[in-house]
């Protein structure tokens, strides 16, 4: 690991095609938090107001399916500018509830939003404004090369706490076969 600002572990967190609820998880890390701010500097993630996703990031915790372009930017991103790259959540593992949408065409999907005569009726499908759908919902597996999984939707604090803690030693995560669980 580079070991950024003190000799800190520089520490990101991505949110991409998901609910943020395994964000709202990691928050749940309460007092470890502390533990967390003192081996490692965060440098990226909902929870800080940094816009672009830096250079030389040691881990990067990475929420939710791949579901359109900016998602897929940034998850190529991700990879090449981190060492390691962790799924967080089912959404990040397997798709889950965000990929219930490849059970229908992107088309289908995005036809509510279309007006009679099929042409875009609406500001949501002015894709200057708002990414393009990908075709359909990916695990982040499928677009990145990962070094590991914390499954669950989301994944309790306890968990995560064990992925960051192998993360931050420079280990791979290996959960217990208890923590292995989705849902």
Known sequence: MSGGKNGKIRFATVWLGGCSGCHMSFLDLDERLVELAEAAELVFSPFVDT?????????????????NRANLAMAERVRERS????????????GNVTSMRNLLPTSAILAPFRSAD??????????????ELLPR??????????DGYVPGCPPDADRIWEAVRALLRGEPVALAESMRTFG
């Open 51 to 67: 816009k672009e996703f830096p250079e030389d990031v040691d881990v990067t915790l990475v929420e939710g399916a791949v579901t």
């Open 137 to 146: 919902a990916l695990p982040l597996h499928q677009v990145i090369p990962v």
């Open 83 to 94: 060492g390691r790259v962790v799924s967080l959540g089912d959404c990040a593992v397997t």
């Open 118 to 131: 099929g042409r875009a009726g609406s500001a949501f499908l002015d894709y200057t404004s708002v990414p």
